[in-house]
DNA sequence: ATACTTTTTGCAACCGGTTGCCGAACCCGA
DNA sequence: TCGGGTTCGGCAACCGGTTGCAAAAAGTAT
């Protein structure tokens, strides 16, 4: 059926070990048998068997990419930039969703560690427990989550809460809110962390919510009740979810309320009003964890940790306080 | 270093073959010798390796799914139910962005081929000449996009921009636009051929245009140009776009333009109006196509078109032509 | 020309499963 | 007790590559 080594090595007068090498260690063979049997490989469109080859090095040159929610805007510019860099390097990358569900995570990487030579967990919602566990199994590179030891890509919520609430303060709000995420997120973490840093000013705590625009329409009762005028929402999602839902109550943003989102999604610079966020460099986060994961699958040394830098856009729905 | 088959040959005392087919072909082995292998199988934290299994029987157990775009809103509903369809019947998916490049999509799928069972290509730009060569290196569904005696999962777009014509003519509006997308897309043909079928209006095509926002964004003009009152746009981001940038250009929507999307994504629900759309049932069309794909990789009986109903949903980007 | 390297190639075992074939064990009825 | 039919399990080849080892070839020094 397909075209094997041996169809190979026979139609250019060598043996397979020959025309393995041809491929996979060119420097132990002669350059010119070399180019004949390449020459022939192509002539006969030989593509070596991925199978065959993960059996014998136990490399799949495959890796796992699991994200919470794929739906969720954050996650496909830094899946696409890992399935391109995975492929720069001749890797393919399975990419498998979790629902938000910690069980299914768990679940996924089981299944997958047998099929691939490491692990992209974006934003788990695992225990620190659990991660360590797991990591016996296989290589992992952890992006917006802190394990101690393992190799890691976070993104600097915690400075970019601070330059929120910053940017909230200098407009003369006094009582702040942060709508939290689910509760495992590192990132939420982070964020209450920066806020509980914030001096001078009431941050009150609002959640944990879904990670989803549902999720911020949910809250937006709860950020009426908590007087606060200036909000920073999770992510981009939350906000609009709750931009909207505070419209259907009367209130207005950015005039009532100022609201600040987190990941600077397409959509927040296309709703109304326009969104203020934090815009989190997804992509560079994506090329740097395939490379660290690759990286760590060749020398286990699988450690260090890259912290990248985030950025306060200042759009429409943030305003001066009504005093 | 993993434990393999012949590790649990040896501790349940029975030879390799009959702890392959404890699992493979459980009629072919005494259930009381077959509780006792996998007991200790299990004991023994023993999963067959997949990349030997593949080697033999031929089945990798992979798929490869290609979107144009994982960023775009409309596909990841499409993958979570594909990639759910598959696990359940014990596949994995690999998802490939094209980037809405025919190039990157030819070779994506040549990479691929080699790993995977079948493909599930996803409003592929491809020409149908392409995709005829490429079905004969390994089985195909496609989703949106018609080519003769192929595997196919289309949502009936036609009738729905019928339906959204009809909406705005009902509405008043006696010239309407059509807001294609890309120039290899089905849907757009689809909604082109619609729109020529609809009496008594005038549809203006104004395309092709990228499916995004920013594409929506960039045909505003075009739209106003026009001189439509009523606009079928080719999906909802572009209809987003489109209002945004007509709000750029001091137009309303719905005051001046009624416009509709197509797709139903949730941001669409958010937006301010409501979007006016075509829901299109995405994840059954993701799961639908991978029971097709699985079974044509059984069978090679490979054929058979499915057509999935799309309804249109009225909101609020939507209103009355002012005569 | 001989001995000794170094490069190039072939040989064959191996990775971890699957599967066709065959014999052993077991069941049944006569 | 024996023949015939099933069921069960073992044997060994095979899938398509890779790789350690050794032989052959080519190159170098003496």
Known sequence: MAVTIRD???????????VSRAFSAPHL???ETRTRVLAVADDLGYRPN?????????????LGLIVADISNPFFPPLIKAAQEQARLRDY????????????????LIQTLTKQVDGVLLCSPRLTNRTIERLREEVPFV?????????????????RGARLAFEHLTALGHRRLALVTGPSGSWTSKEMQEAAAATRDVDVAFLGPNQPTELGGLAAAADVIASGATGVLAYNDLVAIGLIEGLAERGVDVPGDISVIGVDDIVA???SRPKLTTIAMPTA??????????????DSQAATGVTMLETTLIVRESTGEAHT
Chains 1, 2 share one sequence.
């Open 268 to 270: 927040g610079r296309l």
């Open 142 to 158: 952890l992006v917006n989550r802190r394990v101690k030891g393992m190799a890691t890509v976070l993104m600097d919520v915690a």
């Open 284 to 297: 560079a986060a994506g090329r740097i964890a395939v490379d660290m994961l690759l990286q760590s699958v």
């Open 29 to 31: 063979v002669n350059p």
């Open 92 to 107: 393919h990358v399975f990419v498998a969703d979790t629902d938000e569900d910690p069980k299914v995570e768990e679940d």
């Open 50 to 62: 991925r199978a065959a080859r993960a059996l014998t090095t136990g490399r799949t040159h495959n």
């Open 8 to 18: 190979v090595a026979r139609a250019s007068g060598v043996h397979v070990s020959t």
